[in-house]
């Protein structure tokens, strides 16, 4: 009994100390972004120092957690050892966005340019995020032909993620997220729908800001940073990107040159 209360007492001191951690943490780099905006160099080498130290203890804690679920623990404590390990991840997932934003942003010509099957690119995208699409018992509509593309396949898996992620997010439990490609003269239209709450006009002008979100309710499910990725990449590529909304759905919608010049 002992034993159990002491793993119970280190438990929700871990937890306390990670609740404050992630909103220092948090409150930290917004004041900071919005500080040295107008130092572009000085912030994207604050940032991306921070993010790499930022992220190594981390993934220890989320490492720790882990472990911990393999001891025999109560209930609650489990419960613990779940947020805890949900929330570490979740701050890893920001500094990768962070570095990943850093990165695309430093980056003025496009690099490492291949052939690749964007279909296939897509389908996998979906699978990466089963868990969570599953979990809110969404259904994927994947109704598209074999393309090919020729781009950088790294950075466009990045902004597949992002947007099939924001679409599960935004998704009412039970509902549909549609996937769909439309191929045009001399570029290929990837389109991500999800059915729920849209985005309002005032928003829309601002989504792809770094740091900006819509839906604050939201908040903490992210970072403002995904959609400045999004943007940012297509760019890069010589694309478009933009959203659209009625009728209780949102679309977000990406038009790549199908072979760069």
């Known amino acids: ?72 623990l109560t209930p609650q404590q489990t419960e613990y050892v779940k947020i805890i390990e949900e929330e570490s991840l979740r701050l890893s997932r920001m500094a990768t966005n962070v570095l990943n934003l850093t990165k695309v942003e430093n980056q003025t010509i496009l690099t490492d340019v291949s052939t690749f099957n964007l279909s296939e690119q897509l389908r996998d995208s979906v699978l990466l995020l089963a868990e969570k699409w599953e979990q809110k018992g969404l259904e994927f509509v994947v109704d598209f032909a074999e393309y090919n593309i020729e781009a950088n396949e790294e950075l466009l898996k990045q902004v597949w ?9 935004f998704s009412l439990e039970g509902g549909a997220v549609e996937l769909h490609i439309e ?24 989504i792809f800001q770094k740091f900006y979100q819509a839906d604050e309710s939201h908040a903490s499910e992210g970072n403002g940073i995904g959609l400045a990725i999004v943007k940012r990449v297509t760019d890069l590529h010589g694309g478009e990107v933009s959203v659209q909304c009625g009728s209780g759905k949102t679309t977000f919608i990406v038009e790549l040159p199908k072979v760069q010049k």
């Open 183 to 206: 191929e045009r003269t001399q570029t290929l239209r990837v389109s991500v729908t999800n059915f729920g709450g849209e985005i309002a006009p005032e928003h829309q002008r601002r």
């Open 1 to 72: 009994q002992i034993k159990v209360d002491y793993i119970e007492i280190q438990l929700k001191i871990q937890l306390f100390s990670l609740t404050s951690y992630i909103s220092n943490a948090q409150s930290h780099i917004w004041l900071v972004a919005t500080e040295l905006q107008s130092t572009e160099m000085l912030r994207s080498d604050f940032i991306n120092n921070f993010s790499h130290e930022f992220k190594t203890p981390i993934v220890s804690i989320a490492g720790f957690a882990k472990l911990l679920k393999h001891e025999q």
């Open 161 to 169: 993620i992002n947007l099939l992620d924001n679409a599960v997010k």
